[in-house]
């Protein structure tokens, strides 16, 4: 029987996907604080534990898009789903440092399998500004996972519930997207041309894929750099750090819900240029305020990474698009590779603070803030780099047409 292809069903699917990766994010912050505490890591250990998430993600996205094609999205989703389950009965029975390193990975390679099955899936069953939408809406649910996972692992930090509780929380949207997709059936790609794997190698060798691929190793630190080390470098600043999680990331839910006339109306490099500004802005004030004006900070920073990774990927799906389901899926791999790369880097950056501030005679809380803000201070690079990139994009691609049409 010829069966049809529930497109409902599919992105519902895609989004529970994603809610589950949105999660594991938020659920690992709101506990790394626990983790290090329990097991007696330091800054730079952590830093480590983060970035197995980060290096885990890109591994899986690489094999998924070179793979697309051939194993088909159906198959790298229930991939998705067996190491989303093992990453998280890893983390629950983790003994300690080493433990925690394959947990985070595995979980790391189910949050890169959905990307690369539900990124090109999305593309192929929608077009133009619809492809745009629809991708936008499907990314909502990242930072829409984490503003779930942010309230769920406060209260249940405040309710003494324990972190492995946290962490077994993250089957339940994993278990929903299990049971959406099983038995349907998945679209074919659009663009034959893009089945050819040399022809995607191809198309990735232009001088605006490397570019972009540049602009997301950015873009991705910006986003993912304070969000994720939020419970440490904000704890003492006299606002609650996973509630500035869930303020951010609940903001960037709604961006992304109503980002078809934005796009649409600033153009994608218009937004991405925007975007890097704001985020400089919202991170600079995260430097050097204290208590309810972080909040304000908050807003300023969502606003500015609302639109980077969607807008980042269907910028590939539009002006580079024979390189198809590899494309997108190497362009987010980039990003999780440098997110994961600075990781450590994050840490050490705090773990030489604390030593310097301490030698200034800071002490509890005044120390950790000092600390935060310094770390903050050196994380606004990331962004003042992206307002460089953003703006030769701009003037690059000015009055140049995507090479896919936005107009159907």
């Given amino acids: 029987m010829n069966q049809t292809i529930n497109k409902s069903a599919l992105f519902n699917g895609s989004c529970f996907a994603l809610i589950t990766t949105g999660l594991s994010f938020s659920i690992r912050a709101g506990i790394l604080?626990?983790?290090?505490?329990?097991?007696?890591?330091?800054?730079?250990q952590l830093g480590h534990i983060n970035s197995m998430w980060f290096f885990g993600f890109p591994i899986s996205m690489i094999l998924g898009g070179l793979f697309y094609h051939s194993v088909g999205p159906k198959n790298i989703?229930?991939?998705?789903?067996?190491?989303?389950?093992?990453?998280?009965?890893?983390?629950?029975?983790?003994?300690?440092?080493?433990?925690?390193?394959i947990s985070m990975l595995c979980i790391g390679l189910g949050t890169g399998c959905t990307e690369?099955?539900?990124?090109?899936?999305?593309?192929?069953?929608?077009?133009?500004?619809?492809?745009?939408?629809?991708?936008?809406?499907?990314?909502?649910?990242?930072?829409?996972?984490?503003?779930?996972?942010?309230?769920?692992?406060?209260?249940?930090?405040?309710?003494?519930?324990?972190?492995?509780a946290q962490m077994g929380v993250i089957m339940?949207?994993?278990?929903?997207?299990?049971?959406?997709?099983?038995?349907?059936?998945?679209?074919?790609?659009?663009?034959?041309?893009?089945?050819s794997l040399?022809?995607?190698?191809?198309?990735?060798?232009?001088?605006?894929?490397?570019?972009?691929?540049?602009?997301?190793?950015?873009?991705?630190?910006?986003?993912f750099g304070p969000g994720q080390w939020v419970g440490v470098i904000l704890g003492s600043s006299g606002a609650d750090p996973m509630i500035i999680l869930?303020?951010?990331?609940?903001?960037?839910?709604?961006?992304?819900?109503?980002?078809?006339?934005?796009?649409?109306?600033?153009?994608?490099?218009?937004?991405?240029?925007?975007?890097?500004?704001?985020?400089?802005?919202g991170?600079?004030?995260?430097?050097?305020?204290?208590?309810?004006?972080?909040?304000?900070?908050?807003?300023?920073?969502?606003?500015?990474?609302?639109?980077?990774?969607p807008v980042m990927v269907g910028a590939v799906a539009q002006r580079v698009p024979l390189s198809s389901a590899l494309g997108m899926s190497v362009i987010g791999a980039i990003g999780m590779f440098s997110s994961g790369f600075f990781q450590p880097v994050i840490g050490h950056w705090i773990d030489s603070s604390t030593v310097e501030n301490t030698a200034k005679g800071l002490t509890g809380n005044a120390l950790e803030l000092a600390t935060g803000q310094d770390t903050l201070e050196k994380m606004m690079l990331f962004p003042i780099i992206l307002i460089v990139l953003f703006t030769i994009l701009f003037f690059w691609q000015k009055g140049k047409k995507p090479a896919v049409s936005a107009a159907h």
């Fill in 33 to 44: 604080s626990q983790l290090g505490a329990e097991f007696d890591l330091t800054g730079e």
């Fill in 77 to 101: 989703m229930k991939i998705a789903f067996v190491a989303h389950t093992l990453g998280v009965l890893l983390t629950i029975f983790a003994g300690g440092y080493i433990g925690l390193l």
């Fill in 116 to 164: 690369a099955a539900c990124n090109p899936m999305i593309a192929d069953m929608y077009s133009g500004n619809t492809m745009n939408k629809m991708l936008n809406r499907f990314h909502m649910w990242f930072p829409g996972g984490i503003v779930m996972g942010a309230l769920i692992s406060k209260f249940m930090t405040i309710f003494d519930l324990g972190w492995q």
């Fill in 172 to 195: 339940i949207p994993a278990i929903t997207y299990f049971v959406l997709f099983y038995g349907k059936k998945f679209p074919e790609p659009k663009v034959d041309e893009a089945t």
């Fill in 198 to 223: 040399s022809s995607n190698l191809k198309s990735m060798m232009s001088p605006l894929y490397i570019f972009l691929l540049v602009c997301m190793a950015f873009t991705a630190i910006s986003e």
């Fill in 246 to 281: 869930a303020l951010t990331a609940g903001l960037v839910t709604v961006l992304r819900f109503f980002a078809g006339p934005v796009v649409s109306s600033l153009g994608q490099t218009g937004v991405l240029l925007g975007g890097a500004i704001f985020t400089a802005l």
């Fill in 283 to 309: 991170i600079y004030l995260f430097s050097v305020v204290t208590g309810p004006v972080a909040y304000l900070a908050a807003i300023i920073y969502g606003l500015g990474y609302a639109y980077f990774w």
